[in-house]
């Protein structure tokens, strides 16, 4: 891009919404913070200072973090929430050119207001990556740890901090080495992270297969601290198309699809048979596919398509597991919800995803409302509020509970 082009681009921010009065007490569990410039200011060694990731100005006009040598842009359709969705897109976008509550948190809680959510998680955007891996995957280890760390204390104290009620802490992973990694988990559940981000396909990112027991001493630990595992989609850098032509419309339409493949994935390594109180959490893959994997799963062992019993447990299944160790988070899927019963009401969460191009910011509490509105209450409860709070252990107080939901079609 020249700076000429740069200089005709169109920035449009849209009239401030006006506050949602919807009736749900909501916890969103998929949004994602762009990380600010400030994002480790005063937190790493002195002797960091010139390897530090920062924010540069390109001869073009755009921004991007700069780390390693590599130039990582944040791309205008991972914070487009405030804009005209037909200015999101894969151009870098300027901090500027975002709704301030992509990376402020206080102007986060006030977007969060006027959206009616209570409480959010939120995935890390293009520095660390939505899987949390880039610094695992540092060129100097020493460093990339020292950053990983740095991160982690910026998202509990720097974003978290602020707003303990309303943010539910979310750390990124130590990759390199699943020892240190596992003392890490341990360490942060101590600190108060109760939810950990991990790639849903780590092999897709030159990391060892889920399909050995080289992250077990991670995932042992999550269990061991009831730290809950995130995996959300595309967070292995791998997201499905159909063809090399195809519109960017075929990658929104086929994104559940990623998320049912890297379930198969993680039941298949028998990463939750050998670990039975893990939780696992798939974010932004939508519910409706999950009857269909029952029926696949059901159909594969009683018609003796599959010889599953290597390393099963006798008395367990693989829909038995799915339906005990995952849960499963939803946008929009007014199918899902009418199977709520198959996939289990207790393992549904909902999410706005916010700032995404998909994201339902202002109007969730109205979107919810459509898919909702004629479902019972205690499943309206526990649905856009009740699971979440207990997946992650964070509770909404009696003067946060909105008013109760409507029961009549």
């Not at 849960?327 to 199918?335: C, G, K, L, R």
């Not at 999410?351 to 909702?372: F, G, I």
């Amino acid at each position: 891009m020249t700076p000429d082009v740069q200089e005709q681009k169109t920035v449009t921010f849209l009239p401030e919404p006006e506050a949602s009065d919807g009736p749900y007490t909501i916890i969103s569990a998929d949004d994602h913070v762009v990380e600010p410039p400030d994002t480790f200011r005063g937190r790493l060694p002195s002797k960091y200072q010139d390897e530090t990731p920062v924010v540069v100005e390109l001869d073009d006009g755009t921004q991007a973090w700069r780390y390693e040598g590599e130039l990582l842009p944040n791309f205008s359709v991972h914070a487009t929430v405030g804009r005209p969705i037909n200015e999101s897109g894969l151009e870098p976008q300027r901090f500027e050119e975002m709704r301030r509550g992509c990376w402020d948190i206080h102007k986060r809680v006030q977007d969060m207001d006027l959206n009616g959510v209570y409480a959010s998680l939120n995935f890390p955007s293009k520095l660390a990556g939505f899987g949390g891996a880039r610094f695992s995957l540092s060129k100097d280890l020493e460093l990339g740890f020292a950053l990983f760390r740095a991160y982690n204390d910026w998202h509990l104290e720097g974003w978290a901090g602020p707003y303990p009620d309303r943010i539910v802490p979310c750390q990124v992973p130590w990759l390199a080495d699943p020892e240190v990694g596992a003392d890490e988990i341990r360490r942060n559940a101590r600190r108060g992270f109760h939810a950990v981000t991990f790639p849903d396909q780590p092999d897709r990112l030159g990391l060892p297969s889920l399909h050995s027991l080289h992250w077990d001493p991670i995932l042992r630990a999550c269990a061991e601290t009831d730290t809950v595992v995130c995996l959300h989609v595309g967070s292995g850098s791998h997201i499905i198309e159909p063809g090399p032509e195809s519109p960017a419309d075929t990658r929104t339409i086929l994104f559940p699809i990623n998320a049912l493949i890297a379930s198969v994935d993680w039941l298949y390594s028998l990463i939750p048979v050998r670990i039975p109180d893990l939780k696992i959490m798939l974010a932004e893959g939508g519910i409706s596919w999950v009857p269909m994997l029952l029926e696949r799963l059901e159909f594969c062992v009683t018609d003796g398509h599959l010889d599953y019993r290597e390393g099963w447990q006798a008395d367990i299944s693989p829909a038995d597991v799915l339906l005990r160790n995952f849960y499963f988070s939803s946008i929009y899927d007014p199918a899902g919800f009418a199977m709520r019963d198959l996939i289990g009401v207790d393992h549904i969460l909902v999410e706005s995803d916010y700032p995404h191009a998909d994201s339902t910011w202002p109007r969730t509490q109205a979107v919810l409302e459509q898919q909702l509105r004629s479902l019972p209450e205690e499943d309206v409860a526990a649905i856009t509020y009740g699971n979440a709070a207990r997946l992650f252990r964070h509770p909404v107080p009696e003067s946060a509970l909105r008013s109760a939901v409507s029961v009549s079609g």
